[in-house]
């Protein structure tokens, strides 16, 4: 007999506290199909055994697809999770694995506090909306962006019972909801059958999108907001910001890190980091958890949370769309995001087939086609994840020859990846989902199609200077801060650190620029460089 599933003794240790302090009781109805093949069952029951002795607040029952209160609840599908539906209207489909284990245990934590834990802002919005929300939630268990999404759905069932009903989808477990919806990258959101938004967005752009009925990309706090009094203020959560955030602290700085989306930046989507110090292998998110878990233990992070305006005067003003810090400096670690290819059909077919984040995405491509675009370390990494998960994968690239370091380039010869050399994308076709490629080859100038069900786009990144731009900070021509080398940028009392200032894209030298900013913070402020004559 095989041994029963059990959660890491410092995992259960946690939860157990978490839970008894929840306030209220949690019912929670699981939903299984006596038709099903018994293999699923059991495994949804093996999941919920390891809740069931966390709590005896929280009580699980399970209940057949055929029960005549599953309709009600609108599930017509198993399995399922059914929230407390006596007083919302919330609902899983799937079983919350992985990531999805962290929306999973904030949903338990909210119900059983009764409180949506909403911004003011946010509970502002929401009340402006009178008619009502049937919203739904795309996403996968390998997607660290989408508990963020999910959450923010679930808050919004609870501040607002009367108008939202919420359902989140794992689009592993219901594949043919995802192709309903043409939801082929994670996570997005639809409100009413219309799509509201693609990505992960912070609460408030969350709730303006959902008042809205469309995405919005920028949310202005109203003027009472919180104020706060630091001594640096870092934007940005991933390597560079929480190494700096760390090495801040332990120099006696008050320190707050703000994060717009998901902590660790980019690493927290890469499928392996093969090449971090003290890790022989381990996976990005693995990483990112350790990164975070430390830096927590020093300095104040603020998730969730957007950099709408930064006032350089002294002392600084930092503006959030929630609260303002009063700071002395500011360090931009704000990283970089995904360069598109440029192409016609790229954007438009955004999330219904072309994807940035094989992590994210990858699992709902096994035993499809997928083309991967590029020739570096994150395109050969990308190419080689989706291969392992059972995608039929080709790589793409522009040159005659690999730029990725050498151990990546064997691993996809020994893997029998194709690749197609000197081709570029001309267009991606097809109309509600990708269908196929229009490729050329750049040394025959022939064209050609290729079908597809998925193109991952890892052509490089580029910088998130929006932020340096908007202070009067210099550029680099390739668009990096520019720096004097001790990570100042040409304003006084403004920092950088990262890929944001260009340099080698690895964690390792993000980490080493994080710690070398935070000391020249430390000293600038002891003794100012700008008062000096």
């Known amino acids: 007999m095989a041994s029963q599933a059990a959660l890491p003794k410092d995992v259960e240790k946690h939860l157990k506290q978490l839970f008894k302090k929840l306030p209220h009781p949690v019912a929670v109805y699981v939903v299984t199909d006596k038709k099903q093949h018994e293999t699923l069952t059991q495994m949804v029951r093996e999941y919920v055994a390891l809740f069931r002795p966390l709590s005896n607040t929280i009580t699980f029952h399970e209940i057949d697809l055929e029960d005549p209160r599953t309709s009600a609840w609108g599930i017509d599908r198993a399995p399922a999770f059914v929230f407390e539906p006596e007083r919302i209207r919330l609902s899983y489909l799937g079983v919350p694995l992985g990531e999805e284990g962290r929306t999973f245990v904030e949903i338990l934590m909210l119900l059983g506090s009764r409180r949506s834990a909403l911004s003011p802002q946010s509970q502002k919005i929401l009340q402006r909306i009178s008619e009502t929300r049937k919203v ?30 919420v359902q989140i989808v794992d689009i592993e477990f219901h594949p043919d909801l995802a192709e309903k919806y043409s939801a082929f990258s994670v996570p997005q959101t639809f409100a009413n059958e219309t799509l509201i938004a693609q990505g992960a967005q912070p609460e408030e752009l969350f709730m303006a999108s959902l008042e809205k009925m469309e995405q919005q ?27 700096a955030g760390i090495y801040a602290v332990r120099s006696g700085l008050r320190t707050a890190v703000v994060e717009r989306g998901t902590l660790g930046g980019q690493v927290a989507t890469t499928p392996v980091v093969e090449n971090y110090p003290g890790f022989t292998r381990i996976a990005g998110k693995t990483l990112v958890d350790i990164m975070v878990a430390h830096a927590m233990e ?31 400096a500011v360090l931009l670690a704000t990283g970089a995001t995904y360069r598109r290819l440029g192409v016609p059909g790229e954007s438009r077919l955004a999330g219904r087939g072309v994807s940035f984040c094989s992590t994210c995405d990858g699992p709902l491509y096994k035993g499809r086609k997928a083309l991967v675009i590029g020739g570096g370390n994150s395109a050969v990494t990308e190419a080689l994840h989706l291969h392992h998960i059972g995608v039929h994968t080709t790589l793409v690239h522009r040159r005659d020859y690999l730029r990725a370091q050498e151990h990546l380039v064997k691993a996809v010869t020994e893997a029998h990846i194709p690749v197609l050399w000197n081709t570029e994308v001309k267009e991606i076709h097809g109309d509600k989902k990708v269908t196929h490629v229009e490729l050329v080859n750049n040394k025959t100038e022939e064209i050609f199609h290729v079908p597809a069900d998925a193109v991952f786009v890892a052509v490089g990144y580029v910088p998130e200077n929006r932020l340096a731009q908007a202070v009067g900070a210099a550029l680099t021509p390739e668009g990096y801060i520019q720096h004097d080398g001790f990570h100042r940028t040409t304003v006084p009392g403004i920092y950088c650190a990262g890929d944001v200032e260009g340099g080698y894209k690895q964690i390792v030298t993000a980490v080493g620029a994080g710690a070398g900013a935070a000391m020249t913070i430390f000293e600038d402020l002891s003794h100012p460089y700008w008062t000096r004559s």
């Open 217 to 243: 990309s920028l949310f202005i706090p109203e003027s009472d907001a919180e104020e706060i009094k630091v001594d640096l203020v870092i934007v940005g959560g991933g390597p560079a910001g929480l190494t």
């Open 298 to 328: 020093y300095v104040e992070i603020f998730p969730n949370e957007e950099v709408v305006d930064i006032s350089p005067s002294a002392p600084m003003v930092v503006k959030t769309n929630r609260r303002l810090f009063h700071t002395r």
């Open 136 to 165: 739904r939630v795309f996403v996968s268990t390998t997607c660290p962006y989408c508990p963020q999404q999910a959450v923010n759905a679930v808050k919004a069932a609870l501040e607002r019972p009367d108008k939202m009903s």
